[in-house]
């Protein structure tokens, strides 16, 4: 059976929705695509109601139009500094003899686990099952059937700050879309960038956005460390602003244009010109300098980043090494500065096997958004699709022009 299931990524710059036809066959096609620029959301947590609402309807409107599909509801991301995680155990006695355990028993080893004291201005958002013990035996990935007489959970409980995740919701809801399950971003960008060897062997997923980077460490095939820093790719932008005295919207397109994160590999008498703040309005600005404004705002990235895996215990437990997304991935030599900084392998994901409308979204940015419908995918029981075909829709001529062959039915 097709399934539709759609995906909502509000990130600190971008907000995009994407529709997407799942079925057993295809995999995921993707029918739907909607950008627009964010507003009101800052280093990933909503910060003006209004003005995040008006964008978030902007991208559901747009993908609502490309796909003819009127959104019901959708899985949304979540982010932000205010988001933390721990791991716990869960222990319950069985007695179901022949039958074995039953997903009622995972279900309360679950609640067990999940029956931590949590402060009352936070929130559960995840409890996911990291590995199950039957009597003594640990390391199960699935105990269903099993017979025992106790069944013990490893859980990994992610928790939110209440007020940011009902900020969240409410302009969510305020566009009229409903939330199938709100999901901690590096867990939908790893599902759209991961390999399953990458997580059974040890791999570190690091999503350097806007304005979070965004930390998952996953080990033999599941979560074992989660973490949201307020840094990123904005913060290299406002450097490059007041470094070079120029406006952000200027230092942004120095930024993707000519920025490198090895200012070594730059020739030293290689200028730009630029426009500045104040008379004549022009100024040369040696791409070395430039450069190593940007070296140094990724170096203090990465050194976040490192102290993180140090502070997880899981260092020494990562051959797979790291995986980078997000849009700052997309920066020139920042694969070769991780790889120094942080003495792992250092590949640079993006979503793949796609189908459908894929042209932007096969880059590092879009990451958290696809991972969203995989995730859905994944965890979610199949279910009546929450999407109606909208009757009146008709593709317009110059839209089919754009659209892959097998499209334009
Ligand atoms: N080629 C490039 N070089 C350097 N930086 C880039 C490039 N392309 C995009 N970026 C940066 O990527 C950032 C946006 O990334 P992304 O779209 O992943 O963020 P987001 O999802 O909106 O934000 P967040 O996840 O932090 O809330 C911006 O800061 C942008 O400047
Ligand atoms: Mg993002």
């Known amino acids: 059976m097709e399934r539709i299931i759609v995906g909502i990524d509000v990130g600190t710059t971008k907000v995009c929705t994407l529709v997407g036809e799942a079925d057993a066959e295809d995999g995921l096609r993707i029918v739907g695509v909607g950008v627009a620029p964010a507003r009101g959301i800052r280093k990933g947590v909503v910060v003006n109601v209004q003005e995040a609402t008006r964008a978030i309807a902007t991208s559901i409107e747009k993908a609502e139009r490309i796909s003819g599909y009127e959104i019901e509801s959708a899985y949304v991301g979540l982010a932000g500094a205010h988001v933390s995680a721990i791991n716990s155990r869960g222990v319950v006695a069985v007695n179901r003899g022949e039958r074995g355990i039953q997903p009622a028993d995972i279900e309360r080893a679950l609640d067990a686990a ?8 936070r929130e559960v958002l995840h409890v996911i099952p990291r590995s199950y013990t039957v009597d003594g035996d640990d390391g199960v990935r699935n105990p269903l059937g099993m017979q025992a007489y106790r069944l013990e959970v490893e859980t990994h409980i992610i928790t939110g700050a209440t007020s940011s995740i009902h900020n969240l919701v409410k302009c969510v809801q305020t566009t009229g879309v409903g939330i199938d399950a709100l999901v901690l971003e590096p867990l939908a960008s790893g599902e759209a960038v991961l390999t399953d060897v990458e997580r059974e062997m040890g791999v570190i997923l690091a999503d350097i956005g806007g304005g979070t980077t965004d930390i998952a460490i996953f080990i033999e095939g599941s979560i074992w460390h989660t973490v949201v820093l307020a840094t990123g790719g904005e913060h290299i932008t406002n450097d490059i602003a007041i470094g070079l005295r120029t406006p952000f919207t200027t230092a942004e397109e120095l930024k993707i244009k000519h ?37 140094a705002r990724a170096e203090e ?77 994944r965890h979610d029981a199949p279910r009546p699709a929450r999407v109606r075909r909208n009757g009146h829709f008709k593709l317009p001529g110059w839209l089919k022009a754009f659209l892959p062959e097998r499209q334009k039915s």
């Not at 104040?278 to 404004?293: A, T």
């Not at 980043?305 to 920066?331: F, H, M, N, W």
Request: proline share 6%.
């Open 259 to 295: 920025g490198h994160a090895r200012p070594q590999a730059i020739n030293p008498n290689e200028t730009l010109d630029v426009a500045a703040f104040g008379e004549g309005g022009r100024q040369q600005v040696s791409r070395q300098f430039l450069s190593q404004i940007v070296e």
């Open 114 to 121: 999940r029956a931590i004291a949590i402060p009352h201005n």
């Open 301 to 377: 990235i990465f050194d976040l980043i490192r102290q993180e895996i140090k502070r997880s215990g899981y260092d020494g437990l990562l051959p797979a090494g790291v995986v980078l997304c997000g849009g700052t991935a997309d920066l020139t030599g920042i694969r070769d500065l991780a790889r120094d900084m942080l003495n792992l392998p250092v590949r640079i994901g993006a979503p793949q096997e796609l189908h459908g409308l894929v042209d932007i979204l096969e880059s590092p940015a879009y990451a958290t958004s696809v991972g969203l419908l995989q995730w859905g995918l």
